[in-house]
């Protein structure tokens, strides 16, 4: 549904957007992630038509959107940071007003309603837009994106200003979207990310850095192969079982939650699942499990590691850690010492041997 080849932005000698690719298939949520000033708004901006690519291509649903773009943004729903409103008109005036711009065929009347209601903004849809709060204004942008049921809908920031209440509606509501559209979605609240995406892309500095589901990023960010187990039972006899199921590595249990109950964070053997013998042996011993949790990064761990330059994403699944990059550029460093040593002495050399010839 949408492809981006070798996608790059250049602002006079700044490579804003430096040479991505990706895509995203129907009915795939993709969560575009990245600190401030990384290129994803560029990016999006590029893949909507609002602005042109210095080089790549941008292609919506098998047409590239520079080639062209009428086509291409017909199949696009776009809502910006900041939603692009006519404030002195009524809601209803200006998605009637949308209707007509995008040249919609669909009945007016029920796919408005349908608008209205998937957003929840039929109790305002006759008052004027300026005098609606943050978070309805917010609403209203996200169902002008909606007009005319297009197939890819590219969200920034969809969430911004909303109450609790309202946030948790309109992630339902993006998760029923993406059965059935492309969805794009941008985003700062990561917990946000991790509860609606499929797939998360990160950018960092104009370059895609990592790809793939919020589980691969974590698993590859960390050689941890552990599991918290909540058990309720002696604690001696516990440690001892779990300990000795076959391809357990360790075992630590220092945390107490209760009477009996320990926390046990059990190392197993990479690619090992351990979860189906421990619940049978728990089972057998009449013990009870209260909680079983991989002690995987959080997706706010793996963002902070990877923009932080502290482990790079490989899809292979290796990893070059900080301490591994630093050790090869002190080698480097290393290397060029010697080298400015020996040039050094060289020209020093040289220096007396002239010298030796203007005595001569």
Same mark, same amino acid.
């Given at each position: +549904?949408?492809? &981006?080849?070798?996608?790059?932005?250049?602002? !006079?000698?700044?490579?804003? &957007?430096?040479?991505?690719?990706?895509?995203?298939?129907? !009915?795939?949520i993709l969560g575009f992630l990245g600190p401030n000033g990384a290129g994803k708004s560029t990016t999006m901006n590029m893949l909507t038509g609002y602005i042109s690519s210095t080089s790549g291509k941008a292609i919506i649903n098998g047409v590239d959107i520079m080639e062209n773009p009428k086509k291409a943004k017909s199949f696009i729903g776009y809502l910006p940071e900041i939603p692009p409103l006519y404030l002195d008109m009524t809601v209803s005036g200006y998605l009637n007003f949308v209707y007509d711009?995008?040249?919609?065929?669909?009945?007016?009347?029920?796919h408005l309603q349908e608008v209205y209601d998937l @957003?929840? %903004?039929?109790?305002? /849809? =006759?008052? %004027? %837009?300026?005098?609606?709060?943050?978070?309805?204004?917010?609403? @209203? !942008?996200?169902a002008q994106a909606l007009i005319g049921n297009p197939p890819v809908l590219i969200l920034d920031e969809p969430t911004v200003g909303l109450d609790p209440k309202q946030i948790i509606e309109i992630r339902s509501l993006i998760k029923r979207l993406g059965k059935n559209h492309t969805v794009i979605l941008s985003s700062h609240i990561l917990s946000e990310i991790q509860a609606v995406c499929d797939r998360i892309i990160i950018i960092n500095k104009g370059t895609l850095v990592a790809d793939g589901t919020a589980e691969n990023l974590s698993q590859s960010m960390t050689n941890d192969h552990k599991i918290i187990a909540r058990i309720e039972g002696p604690r001696e006899e516990v440690y001892k079982a779990?300990? !000795?199921i076959k391809? @357990?590595?360790s075992v630590i249990a220092d945390m107490q939650r209760g009477e009996n109950i320990y926390d046990y964070e059990i190392e197993?053997?990479?690619? &090992?699942?351990?979860? *189906?013998?421990?619940?049978?042996? @728990?089972?057998?011993? =009449?013990?009870?499990?209260? +909680?079983?949790?991989?002690?995987?990064?959080?997706?706010?761990?793996?963002?902070? /590691? %990877?923009?932080?330059?502290?482990?790079?994403?490989?899809?292979?699944? &290796?990893?070059?850690?900080?301490?591994e990059l630093q050790e090869t550029e002190s080698t480097d460093d290393s290397v060029n010492e010697e080298k400015k040593k020996e040039k050094k002495k060289k020209e020093k050399d *040289?220096?007396?041997e002239d010298e030796k010839g203007e005595e001569k």
């Open positions: +549904m949408i492809e &981006v080849k070798n996608l790059s932005k250049y602002y !006079g000698d700044y490579k804003a &957007v430096n040479d991505i690719s990706f895509e995203a298939k129907s !009915g795939e711009l995008k040249k919609c065929k669909l009945s007016r009347n029920k @957003v929840k %903004i039929s109790e305002v /849809k =006759d008052r %004027i %837009i300026k005098h609606l709060s943050k978070g309805y204004k917010q609403r @209203v !942008g996200l779990v300990r !000795g391809d @357990v590595v197993a053997k990479p690619g &090992v699942d351990i979860r *189906k013998p421990l619940n049978k042996l @728990v089972h057998e011993k =009449d013990w009870c499990i209260l +909680m079983l949790q991989p002690n995987d990064l959080t997706l706010e761990d793996v963002f902070i /590691k %990877i923009v932080a330059g502290d482990a790079t994403y490989l899809p292979d699944g &290796v990893q070059e850690t900080s301490e *040289k220096e007396n």
